[in-house]
């Protein structure tokens, strides 16, 4: 046994013996990590393989470059890379931990815009055992210093440091050649990342999603007008009529778009102890003049509130990488929301954030949307006390907005975004009024108290827009954004919907979120079209009555009868009232079972998914390309960005110039008399 293990020991001294020790380390963790902390959905004999076996190639690819140099400098250069590799693992752990994808070059890209106040989300969702992958590193370190493993001398032959290069791509091209067997098209046809990671490994994604992201730059140089053409066909097919008992019934009306944060749809009538969560936006929902729609779905990637946003305002899908309104909103051209209600029908426009300007680009983005005000953090009283997690909490958000709202000439269009019921969901005593649930999960537990205080916010803010005389003129407007409980609590997501577990279609219904469009005076109900954030611009400028047959717009009316209910998300799945294709597989979407699928029904479903896929690719290919800049709309003006400035004084100094001269404004309504806005927020009395 003595002999045995001093022949490992010698084997282990030479190069070849660290470098092979350090791969299999390496591998194991990365296999571990695939297991433990990623949800990849790996199925049969095939999949389970490629997962296992996907680190290997890769990997000696890239710690074979050590091999290529002499002496100590390769043993040191195999522990850089290690540390390299090992923290992209890490910081996947994280990433995918909060937003159940993997980082992407245009998320690390925007990653200034978008980083304020990530810290303290870090902080929160970084785990202790998380750190087990730099625990070999650290024994390998300590087993060379201590000189248990030798470093070995002697040249190492290149022609054997080439072997292993070549040996590295050989296994790529085979574990492709397997990948692409089981899964026709993987990097052609797939939005999903978690399928090129399952297949092909963390190193090639990222060098797939370099080679993407080196494309898309490329696709903007070489678009031209011709490129329109594909797009324009698509939407001239696919384009429906109004419903004529709804379209224009609103014209000239207010709009408020109230974002809310992470908002899921179960949360509306879900009790807590018995009591609910949100009071307020249940008798919202209900309300006979309410239009509430119970299968709406999120259909946000990475980009997450900046994709709802791009969604809602613009009719154009958020990238399969990265943040559009982060890469794009700067140089690219659009035919957005706020000016197309300023052009078209006279609108003031403005977007009100409890957070700094910069956050996912908004202070570039909105001014290639058309916004004509944009109130941010510089325009509101900071206190300690007065903000928590990504700005300012959501009572004094809109206790502070009102005095700015008041002053808008009417009619206007007016975006508020809350922040409260923000990951990682924290609320001070004094706030919190309202029990958490008893999942045992610490991120989920907490959701529904600030959910609970963002309802007592809405409330405040319904009960000001009655005492300023906006609340009867306007058409209010809520949806979620995005998930706030991801996929990643699977065990918490079932208690909270009373199941002994959850299936991948359970997980696809939870991405519902709430959508209500409310009047006085409107004929409300609850609607069960199935439709999704795209839908959204298409639907508000038909009640308004504004003219958008020739726009660039991927969703459709979510009241007009003819409508296509086929919801895509982000990834090529979709869901629609008869099927759902969830990770490959095809569901009842009335029972939730899973269809083995007849010829005529195969062929059904290969029609939705080839519609989905087309309207995914389109979109992009708009915003690569930025094909915008190719076609304006009749009656449509190129938005000029040196129009607007947010900086505080200008800003101030033309809203008051514009609400002395048009005197349409709740102020001068009002004679002059600002309204009190009348909330409970601790922190103000």
């Known amino acids: 046994m003595a002999n045995f293990f001093k022949r490992k020991m010698n084997w282990i001294n030479t190069r070849m013996g660290f470098f092979l020790l350090t791969i299999v380390l390496f591998w194991v963790k990365t296999y571990i990590a695939y297991q433990t902390e990623f949800t990849l959905g790996a199925k049969g004999s095939v999949q389970q393989f490629l997962l296992f076996i996907n680190p290997v190639p890769a990997a000696l690819l890239i710690f ?73 590193i650290i024994v390998l370190i300590v087993l060379l210093v201590t000189h248990v493993i030798r470093i070995d001398p002697r040249p190492f032959k290149r022609r054997y440091a080439l072997s292993i290069t070549v040996l590295s791509f050989g296994l790529m091209f085979a574990e492709f050649g397997m990948a692409n067997a089981d899964r026709s098209g993987l990097l052609t ?184 005000y944009f109130f941010s953090s510089s325009y509101y009283t900071e206190k300690p006390g007065y903000s928590v997690g990504y700005g300012l909490k959501d009572k004094i958000f809109f206790e502070q907005s009102a005095k700015y709202i008041e002053q808008l000439p009417q009619p206007f269009y007016a975006k508020l975004i809350t922040l409260t019921n923000h990951y990682p969901y924290e609320l001070d005593k ?100 199935y439709g999704g954030e795209i839908d959204v611009l298409p639907t508000l400028l038909d009640l308004l009555g504004v003219k ?41 979407t009335k029972t939730g079972k899973v269809l083995t699928l007849t010829a005529a029904q195969k062929k059904v479903v290969d029609q939705m998914q080839n519609h989905v896929t087309t309207e995914l690719s389109l979109s992009d290919r708009v915003i690569y390309g930025d094909l915008l800049r190719f076609y304006t709309p009749k009656n449509f003006t190129k938005v000029n960005k040196t129009d607007f400035t947010y900086k505080y004084k200008p800003a101030m100094a033309k809203l008051a110039e514009a609400e002395k001269q048009e005197k349409t404004s709740a102020l001068a309504k009002n004679k002059g008399k600002t309204t009190t806005y009348k909330t409970d927020a601790p922190e103000l009395k």
């Open 64 to 136: 074979g470059i050590a091999l290529y140099f002499r002496g100590r400098l390769a043993y040191w250069l195999m522990m850089i890379i290690n540390v390299l590799e090992s923290t992209w693992i890490f910081a996947n752990v994280l990433y995918y931990r909060e937003f159940s994808d993997f980082l992407s070059f245009g998320i690390m890209k925007g990653s200034s815009d978008v980083g304020n106040n990530l810290g303290k989300s870090m902080a929160q969702i970084t785990h202790l055992y998380d750190f087990f992958v730099y625990i070999d």
């Open 189 to 372: 046809r797939t939005f999903d990342n978690n399928y090129i990671v399952k297949y092909l490994g963390l190193n090639e994604y990222a060098a797939f999603n370099g080679y993407q992201t080196q494309k898309e730059s490329a696709t903007r140089a070489s678009a031209n007008a011709s490129d329109m053409k594909s797009v324009l066909k698509y939407l001239k097919q696919n384009r429906v009529s109004p419903n004529v008992s709804y379209y224009g019934k609103e014209k000239g009306k207010n709009v408020f778009v109230i974002h809310l944060e992470s908002f899921q749809q179960f949360l509306l009538d879900y009790k807590v102890d018995g009591k609910e969560v949100t009071p307020t936006l249940n008798k919202f929902y209900h309300n006979q003049n309410t239009l509430s729609f119970d299968n709406f779905y999120n259909q946000v990637a990475q980009g997450k509130t900046s994709d709802a946003e791009m969604m809602l305002e613009n009719s154009l899908f958020g990238l399969p990488q990265g943040s559009a309104m982060t890469t794009y909103g700067t140089q690219n051209t659009f035919q957005a929301a706020p000016a197309i209600l300023s052009q078209e029908a006279g609108y003031s426009t403005a977007a009100f954030h409890g957070d700094v300007p910069s956050f996912w680009n908004r202070d570039n983005t909105y001014k290639s949307w058309g916004y004509q």
């Open 430 to 529: 004094k706030n919190t009024d309202f029990p958490a649930t008893k999942t045992g999960d610490k991120t989920v537990d907490p959701y529904v108290q600030t959910a609970h205080y963002l309802d007592q916010s809405f409330a405040e803010f319904l009960t000001y827009l009655k005492k300023v005389g906006l609340y009867k003129n306007s058409v209010i407007v809520t949806y979620g954004d995005h998930y706030g409980i991801s996929n990643n609590h699977r065990p918490a997501i079932a208690q909270l919907l009373g199941k002994s577990k959850v299936t991948n279609f359970d997980l696809a219904q939870f991405q519902k979120v709430p959508f209500m469009i409310h009047v006085t005076g409107l004929k409300g109900g609850i609607n069960h079209t």
């Open 548 to 588: 958008n047959t020739d726009t660039i717009q991927f969703g459709q009316d979510l009241l007009a009868k003819n409508r296509n209910q086929t919801v895509a998300f982000r990834n090529g799945n979709f869901i629609s009232p008869k099927y759902a294709k969830i990770g490959g597989t095809v569901y009842d």
